[in-house]
Structure formats: C-alpha cells, structure tokens
C-alpha cells in the first residue's frame, strides 16, 4: 500500500517537475541543476539536496533559499554574504549544513542530516543574483527506516522454565522482503549462533549445539514483523547477553535482550538436598557405627554395608539429576558409574572384613573399563564415521576386545587363577591407547609407540613382580616394588601427556584426562593384587572413613558449589566436574595401593615409633612405683612410733 501512494505521489510530482525545468530553459537569467529524480533516503542517514548553477556573473546581492514545498517551512537561507540561522525553522537546527566555501563555483547544495519519515516531501532551492533568479525542486521520495525493539528491562525467569526474548522488526519493507534475522548470545568475547532465520526459512542446524532443539520462532507472528525467541528449558549457562539482528536490503538494526536472574529450580533444590543429605548420611552412619563397634559383630556389617552404599546411591541420584539439568553426557554417565562402583573398593578395605578379596578390586576395574570404553567408543564414532572402512574396522574390533578380554579375566579370578586374569589385563592400557589415537587422529609415529612400544616397556616390568614376596620386609622387595611403581607413574605422566595433546580441541580435554589417569591406577592395584596373593590392607580405619566420608564430601561439596556458582554467575566454574570427582577418588585408590606395597616398612616405622615412646613411659612408671613404695614405708614407721603400739608391745612382758 505504502508504495502504491509513493508511485501515486511520484506521478503527481515528476510532470510538474519537467514543467519547472522547461520554464527555467526557456526564462532570461540562469538555469538551476537539481537531481535526476527522486531521492531515496535511509532513516536517520544523512543525503545531500543537489541545486547548482552552471555559471553565475558576481556574488553580489546573491541570496539562495531553501524551503520544504508543501509546507513553505524555511529550512535554510544565504543572505548578504552569510547565512541566517535565526529565520531557520527549529525542526531543522544543527540537520540542515550549507557549503558556503562552494557558493563560488555556483554550487547550492544542501546536506540534510538525521533524515526522519516526516522529512518526504519537496524541497525548493531558489537562487537570486541581481535582476536574475532560478529554482529547482529536490524530492525525496521515500524514507527507509528499520526499527528493531525488544526488552528494555532485565528479564527473570526459573531454571528448566521456558522464557521468550522480545524482537520486533518495524519497518515499511514488508517481512517477507527481510533478507535476515539472526539471534546470538554473546560467550566470553565472542557471539554464538542461538537460531537464524534466512531466505523466509527458519535455519534450526546453524544453532549452536547448546541450544538445538531448545529454540524457535513463533512461525504465526512472522508476517506482523514479530521474531521474538522463545527458549525452552532454559539452564544456567543461557544467563547472558542476547542479540537480535535483522537485515534487509543495505539496512540493519539490532537489539539487545539480558536474561539476568535465574532463580532454581525445583531440580536444582533436589541435588542440594540430595548433596547435604549424602553427607549427612555418612556422618551419622560413621557415628553408629563407632558407638556399636562393642556389641555383636552383625549389627556392625549391616550397618557398614549401609554406610558404604547409601551415601554412593544418594551421589548417584544427584549426578543424574545434575545431567538432566546442567551437566553433559559423558560427564554424568562417568560420575554416576563411579558412584556406583567405588562402594566395591570400600568393601575391600572395610574392618570388618574377615579377609580382603581381591575379586571386589576387579570387579570394579572390569565393570569401569566397560563403562569408560563403551563412552570412549561413543565419543570415537562421532568421529569415525566419515572415516575409511578399515578405522571403523580397527575401532569395533578393539572394542571388541576389551570386552573378551574384560570377560576372560573375571572367569580367570573367579576360577583362583590371579596371574592369569593380571595377564590378560595387562593389554587394556594399550588397547585405550588404540582407541584413542583413532578417535583424535593424533600422529602416526605416535601411534606406532604407543601401539607397539608401550606394551613391551610394560613387560619389563613384571620381572620386578614377579620377584616380589608379598608382605616380606627386605631389601629386594623394596627396590623391586620402588622401581615398579616409579616405571608406573611416569607411565600415567605419559598417558596424561597424550591425552592433552590428542585432545587439545576438546572443550572437555581436562575430564577425559582425570578419568584415564584413574582407571590407570585403578589398573595397578588390580595388578598388583592379582600377581601378590594373601594380601593384607593395613590401617583399614582410616582408609575406610577416608574413602566412605572424605570422598564423599568432596564430590558433595564441589557438586554443590558448581550448582550455586553456575546459577549465580551463568558459567560453571569448573567446567567438568570430573576434574574434582576423579581426582580424589584417585588419591583415595593410589593410598590403598601404596600402604598395601609399603606396609611392612609402615609398621615397622610405627613400631619404632612407639618404641623410642616406651622407655620414657617404663621409666616414669619406674618413679612412680618407687615414690609410692617409700610412702608406705614412712607411713609403717610412724605407725610404729604410736603409743598404741607402745602398749601392744609391754603386753607380752607382763
């Protein structure tokens, strides 16, 4: 409709134009230049009015006007050498800019500059020197104009809620006629794609993978000029700064949208709880356990069985929870399977175990070495897929493997047959390797040493334990177990130093590097248990509460704390929490290992420990019998003195 009226008016005003011109041809005086038709402007741009003479015989008495046509509204005047900004209509104060340095060459033009939608219309420039004078008429036809509005003020709304952000496109180009919408959220120092609309499509691949499927448009609203965004389940890291930019034609604009407060949600308040709740529990548990330790030994295992699995199961519902909410896959699968598993590892240490088995140690090891490579392979076939025929081969079979391998070695323990099973264990840090370098493409001469090479600096290893007598205090045994165990953790140095250059564009390199150091030393203990029989966990205690209650607190306190941060400040502060939770299960499971290697050397410090005490104590106790040893004997010899005593010795005289 609106360029139907502009063609209308155009029509209108072009034949009194030519007629204008055709007067000023034929007219005694000179001829006035304007443009060659009408003028289209950008709104709030600036465009020059063209108006010039050819040739003009003296400056003297010249006067040139510039007024708005159908209104006479006096927008600019030269006069007697200067201009008159005090005859200058105030709607055109500091808009309206005269060259007079080019009044000389005969050139009148006018710069008009913060051009609204009320300044279409005709424009007159008449010029007057001496008895001569002259005009000619300057349109504009049509102002374009792009306003783009959204949200003036902070908008709240609850994590896992849905929430819309404004945008309204006002504009006299029709919305089909919009080249381009496009809503990014502002990362750090960078904008990320949320959704684009392109070409009358709605383009839902070129979403940044953080809010596929959790974004559109509402299709209905279109056509008045409406892209507001409705985002869906709305998490914490969507806290931030949001653009909507629209193109169209040479014009953009944009708007700005801030989603500040998040409030938690009803998921959010249930890990809290939960986190408090597990921590609770294994205080209170840990408690009862000490005030029951003098009755019957029944009461104890329940409840140590209790204090070993109820915490874990309460981590375990928290971390599936945080996934649903905040966390990403292979996060939650990993810490909820090592919520799981780790109560195994307690049992191998609890006190009141008769006898540690082995087979809790493998257990663990087998059912985390499926998770952790059934994850891996997940990760590897993303990548893999466009690969050739023979990497995808490669990657099924060592799956494959790990999984016969995993299978063996349980039969093999559970059949007494230890060495047999540490054997068939020993090829899944190679096997991890294989897999990995298929999965990042990292280097083929890499690829090569760990493929080939780190299997045979694996082997001359097992001389040192083989050669070990397992709880025998001597020489050998502490150089051959030293030497074992220095090989292994430059071994877990390397396999940490691969993972971070294979995985250097990963986002989540830091969590993949925490696991795999730990299902290491997850590896060595179950090694080290499977070739050493009769085995015996030293200061159980302490590794029980260490491992049920510290470790328990720790994943607790840091899910908390990355929970609140994130909802508060809208970026995780950990990034992975895996970079906690593995870690410290780690140190829990490296400290097993260690004071099983090095416990006859631990007791035997201990008992020399408290035999440089025992003297002193021998020694005070010594003083202190002698010091009542000479009071009873003052204490007779007073009683002696007595008169009492006097007369029970005259009696027998008389």
Known sequence: MIDLCNCVRLKMHIPSVHFLSILLMIADGFTVKGPSGPLVVPLGGSVLLPCSVDSLSSLED?????????????????????????????????????FTENIKHGNFSLLMKNVTVQDEGQYTCTVHSGQESGETVVEIKDVEFLMVSGSDELISVYVGKNVTLNCSVDSHIPPEHIKEVSWKKRVENEYITVLLYQNKETLLDSSDERYRDRVEFFSDEIHRGNFSLRLKRVRTEDKGLYMCQVFAGHLSENTTVILEQLGFSALHIMVLILCIAACGCAVIICCLIYCTSQNT??????????????????????????????GFLYETILCCALCLLRPLMLIYVAPYSEKASGLTVLTELVMFTVVYFSVLFRHTWETVVHFATFDKAVVIVVFGLVLL????????????VEKGAAFILFFLPTLQFTLLFFTFGSAS??????????????FLTWSCLFDIEGGKKS??????ITSWLIFMLIMNAVIAYFYVTSMENEKDVAGWTCTAVFLQVLWMIAMYIGLLEDLEVPYRTFLYVFGSVGVVFIMAVALM????LKTVNGDRALGDLRVIVYPSEGVFT???LIFIMFKPWITSCLQCRQNVQRPADTSANTQQQNQEHQTAVEDH???????????????PES
């Open 297 to 326: 030994e029944k009461p104890v295992k329940t409840l140590g069985y209790l204090y070993v699995f109820l915490p874990n199961i309460i981590m375990f519902v928290a971390f599936v929870l945080w996934g649903v909410t905040e």
């Open 405 to 416: 391998l995993c299978a063996i070695a349980v039969v093999l323990w559970t059949c007494e």
């Open 637 to 651: 010899e007073l009683e002696s003195l007595s008169p009492a005593s006097e007369v029970t010795r005259e009696q």
């Open 590 to 592: 490296f400290t097993v």
């Open 445 to 458: 001469r890499a690829g090569f040493f760990v493929i080939v090479l780190f299997p045979m600096f694996f």
């Open 62 to 98: 010249l006067e040139v006007e510039w007024k708005k046509s159908d209104s006479q509204t006096l927008i600019h005047l030269y006069q007697d050498g200067d201009i008159r900004p005090e005859v200058q209509h105030e709607d055109y104060h500091d808009r309206a800019h005269f």
């Open 475 to 480: 020489c050998v045994n502490l150089l051959n």
């Open 561 to 564: 704390t990355e929970l609140i």
